[in-house]
């Protein structure tokens, strides 16, 4: 079955310091792949996205490269800051999925990624 | 941020008692979801409801009841739960049917068994 595997955790920067968390998976099919960010204290956003080989997500500074090759889709920021600490999951869904897995998301175990000023 | 919301944000419940968590989406979508989110645990997917019928039980245990009256409206209904159901119980929704289609999620009721 398709699964998600991310760098395990916690993360601890420095505000301004480059952040990568890596995020690979297997899946059967051509999936799309998402990242997403909790907040303390409340639900999932969906920060970015990538529904095909070679796109690249980006939002709020963030990006992510659809590797096909490498079966990966690590985030990226450049200068990260104190407001960005949150937890981060990684998460693909099979477009092509039949029968009752259409929709589903599959999560990564999420990354806690902590800045400090 | 008000496309999917959920009531109450914080619910404390004996053993014994009977209560039922709510979840709107005011997005058009017709999948909806109900996810469990515990410490130091991968995110669980519960309930799937695609066009209002359920697509998916992921071996919820029968305490948990999910109840999906149209496409807008879903619900959690529990009973007799024990204290390791204490979590944060996520609503998300998306568009329905076959596709590729990211989620956007409630921001969850923080329950609470004593």
């Known amino acids: 079955g398709d699964s998600v595997t991310q760098m395990e955790g916690p993360v601890t920067l420095s505000e301004e310091a480059f952040l990568t968390i890596n995020c690979t998976y297997t899946?059967?099919?051509?999936?799309?792949l998402f990242w997403y960010v909790q907040y303390p204290g409340e639900g999932l956003q969906l920060l970015l996205k990538?529904?095909?080989?070679?796109d690249k997500g980006s939002n709020k500074g963030f990006e992510a490269t659809y590797r096909k090759e490498t079966t990966s889709f690590h985030l990226e920021k450049g200068s990260v800051q104190v407001s960005d600490s949150a937890v981060y999951f990684c998460?693909?869904?099979?477009?092509?999925?039949?029968?009752?897995?259409?929709?589903?998301?599959?999560f990564g175990q999420g990354t806690i990624l902590t800045v400090h000023p | 941020e008000t496309g999917v919301t959920q009531t109450p944000r914080h619910l404390v419940m004996g053993m014994t008692n009977k209560k039922s968590l709510k979840c709107e989406q005011h997005?058009?979508?017709?999948?909806m979801y109900w996810y469990k989110q515990s410490a130091k645990k991968p995110l669980e997917l519960m309930f799937v409801?695609?066009?209002?019928?359920?697509?998916e039980n992921n071996s919820v245990p029968s305490r948990f009841s999910p109840e999906c009256p149209n496409s807008s409206h879903l619900f959690l209904h529990l009973h007799t739960l024990q204290p390791e159901d204490s979590a944060l119980y996520l609503c998300?929704?998306?568009?329905?049917?076959?596709?590729?289609?990211?989620?956007?999620f409630g921001p969850g009721t923080r329950l609470t068994v004593t």
């Open positions: 998460a693909l869904s099979d477009p092509h999925a039949g029968g009752t897995s259409y929709g589903k998301l599959t």
């Open positions: 409801y695609n066009f209002k019928e359920q697509t």
């Open positions: 998300a929704s998306s568009q329905g049917g076959q596709g590729s289609y990211e989620q956007y």
């Open positions: 899946a059967t099919g051509y999936p799309s």
């Open positions: 997005l058009g979508h017709n999948a």
């Open positions: 990538a529904t095909k080989a070679d």
